[in-house]
């Protein structure tokens, strides 16, 4: 997604945006995770928290672009 987002004057890069969205629902996912003990069934933690959040990025991405069509 090419483009920029103008918040009071301050333009941002719409990756930018999308990535911290994309932190905000990790951390909420990753909070709910720990409360259910999921990680216990995971075999290695910090990689599965990457894959996580590269799927929200996209998710995230996904959804932004199908906004934008007409």
């Known amino acids: 997604m090419i483009g920029e987002l103008d918040i009071s004057g301050v333009f941002l890069p719409t990756l930018l945006v999308m990535m911290l969205a994309s932190y905000v629902l990790f951390l909420g996912i990753h909070a709910v995770l720990n ?30 672009r199908s906004l934008m069509l007409p």
Do not use: P
């Open 35 to 64: 409360r259910v003990h999921f990680y216990r069934l995971v075999w290695h933690r910090a990689l599965f928290n990457v894959a996580l959040y590269a799927v929200l990025l996209g998710t995230v991405d996904h959804f932004c």
